[in-house]
């Protein structure tokens, strides 16, 4: 389960427009990294284009799942991440972070905004703090107990049944 790339940008008519963005792209070459992250960036921007105000999706791109929450104000969030990483907590994430953008930038910059003049920072610990969804997300921690305990009892009652 990886997360590739977070983004923040507002759909505007008819272009969205990025304002902030991270990305982890130390699993691509060096040489691809560039390249690998202006395709991300061109596909975050075209999904929440064709995405509308209100609705949140998951795209199929290649080998990656296209995450896209677009807020009824026009804000939207993706996410791109590997085809293994749950959609729960990628929306989860989104929420998060649409949030708090929107608590750290005011609404008046958004049409006009751009990555260049928008300095909001928390997008790298974002990144950071859910590649490991079960640890960042309340709800994967407990199913991940769960399962832990159905293999604990499994287990147990597989061994008491070989006794008698």
């Not at 389960?1 to 427009?17: E, H, I, N």
């Not at 729960?88 to 905004?113: C, M, N, Y």
Request: hydrophobic content about 40%; charged content about 25%; aromatic content about 10%.
């Amino acid at each position: 389960m990886k997360l590739f790339s977070l983004s923040v940008l507002y759909k505007g008519d008819p272009k969205a427009v990025l304002l902030s963005a991270a990305y982890d792209v130390s699993s691509f070459s060096f040489f691809q990294r560039t390249s690998v992250q202006e395709f991300m960036t061109f596909t975050s921007q075209l999904i929440v284009e064709r995405s509308a105000k209100g609705n949140r999706a998951s795209v199929k791109e290649q080998e990656y799942l296209c995450h896209v929450y677009v807020r009824n104000d026009s804000l939207a969030g993706v996410v791109i991440a590997d085809s293994e990483y749950p959609s729960r907590v990628a929306f989860t994430l989104l929420e998060k972070v649409l949030d708090d953008f929107s608590k750290q930038v005011e609404r008046i910059h958004w049409p006009v905004g751009s990555s260049a003049n928008i300095h909001y920072t928390a997008l790298d610990g974002y990144l950071s703090t859910y590649q490991n969804p079960r640890e960042a997300d309340p709800m994967s921690k407990v199913q991940a107990e769960l399962d832990e305990t159905k293999i604990i009892l499994a287990r147990k009652q597989n061994s008491c049944c070989a006794v008698m």
